[in-house]
Structures are given as structure tokens and as C-alpha cells.
């Protein structure tokens, strides 16, 4: 008897290892290493703050909106950044960041474009300006147009997500406070404030509704593949939110995903999913081990499907997939453009 114990015994602890080690197993994603990236630099000086990283319908660019308030066009190692467009505020001598003078006491003046997406049919470039609106831009670039500055009476104090219906032209972004602007961006997340919107600009109509308002947080956002909703990055709580354009829940909001890190923009991939970068995780240490998550991908159903790690200095603020597994990274803090390519067998591990 005492040795059928035994083995009992030996068989439940064996029974509960696996417990244990099945649900991490169960848990890992492949994970990209983005230690090693190529550099787009910025041109010298203080300049900094690529946020978000756009392609146009030839495929040229990236283009990028920077601290000075200007959309930046990359043209390749020969000639590096140029200028693509502007707001009517901008000036090099009012704009340019100084020691004595850092972006955060001009961009108010200036601007601060965050969210950059092509419309590809027409060339126009839209762009989330922070303390302008909604602006618009021709193709070829020059002084940005602006379309919506408050909606529904109220101002817009922290425009910062972008996309555009490729169907219909319309374009979707959000202001992610009604209280704080983009300089107080800290107190949007300390204080929980609930009062971002996720609105439409109607191309046809030049109308701009509000969709849902009493959002927490909303910051980055992208079109489904399907078109049918719009999944949004709420940064403060972690979470992606799932907006429903069409169907049966047409005008309802709801959980997509809980993330372990606080999201910023959010970027369609190749597969029907999203890649969304992270700023920082929720538990990260300033102290240990100098790697973080960067940012994850996450399939149609809201599942984790993929990460990509690095050192705890880069806080990315968008991911764009292009061809030839290149993935482009934004940053509103680093004075460049960074390149991570997946090495072949990370590629075939991609759902």
C-alpha cells in the first residue's frame, strides 16, 4: 500500500507540473528582437518625435510628422528628410527648438502632427495635429488645410489618432481629451479623464459627427480590414476598444483586447490583424534586465499573436508593416526613424 501511495503520490505532482507548465507554454508568441534596427536620422539639431510613420499610394516615404509642427518626407540616404508640409503658423525662426527654448513652450504655436494617414485614391495626406485639428494636405505637399477645429461646438484640445476609409474617403480620428492638451498628456492618464471622442470627417459632406463621446483615453485607431469597425487604443486602462460601424452593433463600443503595456497607435498588418505599440508596460522596472515590450501584434479576434522587444529607452508610438518583413517604428521621443527587419524564420512564423 505505501508504495501505491508513493506512485499516486509521484503521478499527482507529475499531473500539476504540468499545470503549471502548460499555460505558459500555451502563452509564449513569437517574439521579434529589435535590438539591432536601421536608423532613419532626423536632420541635426533638437528635432525629434517621428509619431507616426505613413506611405503613399507609389509606396514613397516614410513621410512623419515632427516637434517643429512640420510633415517630413524620407527620400532615401542621399537626401535624408525634406520638408513636405506645414500649418500657416510655422516659421523656422518661431519653430525651431533651442536649449533655452524646447519644443514643449512653442508646439502650441507650431504644432504637433501625431497620427499621419494617406487617403490613396486622391493623394491627399490627413494628418492629426495635436493643437490644430484635422488638417489635410495636397498631393505634393505645401501649407496643410484645416478642416475641423471643433465639433459639435466644442474645441478640439488633443487631436491625436487618424485613418481613412480607402472606400469612401472618410476619415476617422480622435481627440483624446476635451479638458487636457497634448503638453498635459500625463494628467489625461493620472486622472482617468473620460472625456475623449472618436469622430468621422465626412468627405462628401465636409460634415464631421462624433461617434461616441465619454471615452477614456482614446488615442491611436485603425479601420478593420473588412471595414465593418474601427479598433481603438485606450491608453490609460491598457485596453483595446472595438467600435462598430456596421451590423447589428453598429454604434456600440466594446473590450477587444486587455494589453500588458499602455497602447499607443494602432496599424492594420497583413493579415486581417494589428500591430500595436506599446509606450511602456505596466510593470516595468526602471532597474534589470534593459529590455521592455515594444509593441504586439494582435490577430482579428483580439488575440496575441506576436511581440517585439527592445531596449527600455525606445517607447515606440506606431509599428507600420511594409514588404520584405520591414517594420517601420515611430517615437515621439528619438530623433529618427527605426527599421526592424524579421529575420526569415520569424517570418514563417507569422499566423
Same mark, same amino acid.
Given at each position: 500500500?505505501?508504495?501505491? %501511495?508513493?506512485?499516486?503520490?509521484?503521478?499527482?505532482?507529475?499531473?500539476?507540473?504540468?499545470?503549471?507548465?502548460?499555460?505558459?507554454?500555451?502563452?509564449?508568441?513569437?517574439?521579434?528582437?529589435?535590438?539591432?534596427?536601421?536608423?532613419?536620422?532626423?536632420?541635426?539639431?533638437?528635432?525629434?518625435?517621428?509619431?507616426?510613420?505613413?506611405?503613399?499610394?507609389?509606396?514613397?516615404?516614410?513621410?512623419?510628422?515632427?516637434?517643429?509642427?512640420?510633415?517630413?518626407?524620407?527620400?532615401?540616404?542621399?537626401?535624408?528628410?525634406?520638408? +513636405?508640409?506645414?500649418?500657416?503658423?510655422?516659421?523656422?525662426?518661431?519653430?525651431?527648438?533651442?536649449?533655452?527654448?524646447?519644443?514643449?513652450?512653442?508646439?502650441?504655436?507650431?504644432?504637433?502632427?501625431?497620427?499621419?494617414?494617406?487617403?490613396?485614391?486622391?493623394?491627399?495626406? +490627413?494628418?492629426?495635429?495635436? +493643437?490644430?485639428?484635422?488638417?489635410?494636405?495636397?498631393?505634393?505637399?505645401?501649407?496643410?488645410?484645416?478642416?475641423?477645429?471643433?465639433?459639435?461646438?466644442?474645441?478640439?484640445?488633443?487631436?491625436?489618432?487618424?485613418?481613412?476609409?480607402?472606400?469612401?474617403?472618410?476619415?476617422?480620428?480622435?481627440?483624446?481629451?476635451?479638458?487636457?492638451?497634448?503638453?498635459?498628456?500625463?494628467?489625461?492618464?493620472?486622472?482617468?479623464?473620460?472625456?475623449?471622442?472618436?469622430?468621422?470627417?465626412?468627405?462628401?459632406?465636409?460634415?464631421?459627427?462624433?461617434?461616441?463621446?465619454?471615452?477614456?483615453?482614446?488615442?491611436?485607431?485603425?479601420?478593420?480590414?473588412?471595414?465593418?469597425?474601427?479598433?481603438?487604443?485606450?491608453?490609460?486602462?491598457?485596453?483595446?476598444?472595438?467600435?462598430?460601424?456596421?451590423?447589428?452593433?453598429?454604434?456600440?463600443?466594446?473590450?477587444?483586447?486587455?494589453?500588458?503595456? +499602455?497602447?499607443?497607435?494602432?496599424?492594420?498588418?497583413?493579415?486581417?490583424?494589428?500591430?500595436?505599440?506599446?509606450?511602456?508596460?505596466?510593470?516595468?522596472?526602471?532597474?534589470?534586465?534593459?529590455?521592455?515590450?515594444?509593441?504586439? /501584434?494582435?490577430?482579428?479576434?483580439?488575440?496575441?499573436?506576436?511581440?517585439?522587444?527592445?531596449?527600455?529607452?525606445? /517607447?515606440? %508610438?506606431?509599428?507600420?508593416?511594409?514588404?520584405?518583413? /520591414?517594420?517601420?517604428?515611430?517615437?515621439?521621443?528619438?530623433?529618427?526613424?527605426?527599421?526592424? %527587419?524579421?529575420?526569415?524564420?520569424?517570418?514563417?512564423?507569422?499566423?
Amino acid at each position: 500500500m505505501a508504495s501505491g %501511495t508513493r506512485g499516486l503520490g509521484a503521478t499527482i505532482m507529475a499531473a500539476l507540473l504540468l499545470l503549471l507548465i502548460l499555460p505558459s507554454a500555451a502563452a509564449a508568441v513569437p517574439s521579434i528582437d529589435a535590438r539591432l534596427t536601421r536608423h532613419l536620422p532626423l536632420p541635426q539639431g533638437l528635432l525629434r518625435g517621428p509619431e507616426s510613420v505613413a506611405f503613399d499610394a507609389k509606396g514613397n516615404g516614410p513621410y512623419s510628422g515632427v516637434s517643429d509642427g512640420r510633415v517630413l518626407k524620407w527620400n532615401g540616404d542621399t537626401l535624408g528628410w525634406t520638408t +513636405y508640409a506645414y500649418n500657416s503658423d510655422y516659421s523656422s525662426e518661431a519653430c525651431t527648438a533651442s536649449v533655452l527654448r524646447p519644443e514643449t513652450a512653442t508646439e502650441s504655436h507650431c504644432g504637433r502632427p501625431l497620427g499621419l494617414r494617406f487617403h490613396l485614391k486622391s493623394g491627399y495626406l +490627413y494628418v492629426a495635429d495635436a +493643437y490644430k485639428g484635422l488638417l489635410r494636405v495636397a498631393p505634393g505637399g505645401g501649407e496643410a488645410t484645416v478642416l475641423v477645429t471643433e465639433v459639435d461646438g466644442a474645441p478640439l484640445r488633443f487631436t491625436n489618432g487618424v485613418d481613412v476609409d480607402q472606400v469612401t474617403g472618410d476619415v476617422y480620428f480622435t481627440d483624446s481629451s476635451m479638458t487636457y492638451q497634448r503638453s498635459q498628456h500625463e494628467m489625461v492618464t493620472r486622472t482617468g479623464d473620460s472625456t475623449g471622442r472618436l469622430m468621422r470627417y465626412d468627405l462628401r459632406t465636409g460634415k464631421t459627427v462624433v461617434l461616441k463621446s465619454g471615452i477614456t483615453y482614446p488615442n491611436g485607431l485603425a479601420l478593420s480590414a473588412d471595414r465593418t469597425h474601427l479598433v481603438i487604443s485606450s491608453t490609460g486602462p491598457c485596453k483595446l476598444l472595438r467600435y462598430w460601424i456596421n451590423g447589428s452593433k453598429a454604434g456600440t463600443i466594446e473590450l477587444f483586447a486587455d494589453l500588458p503595456g +499602455y497602447p499607443d497607435n494602432v496599424r492594420p498588418d497583413k493579415t486581417g490583424g494589428y500591430w500595436v505599440a506599446l509606450h511602456r508596460e505596466k510593470t516595468e522596472l526602471p532597474f534589470g534586465v534593459d529590455s521592455h515590450l515594444l509593441a504586439l /501584434r494582435i490577430n482579428a479576434d483580439g488575440k496575441i499573436v506576436e511581440e517585439m522587444r527592445g531596449p527600455k529607452g525606445v /517607447r515606440p %508610438t506606431e509599428i507600420v508593416e511594409r514588404k520584405g518583413g /520591414r517594420l517601420f517604428m515611430g517615437s515621439v521621443e528619438l530623433p529618427y526613424v527605426a527599421v526592424v %527587419t524579421r529575420k526569415i524564420k520569424d517570418v514563417g512564423l507569422i499566423n
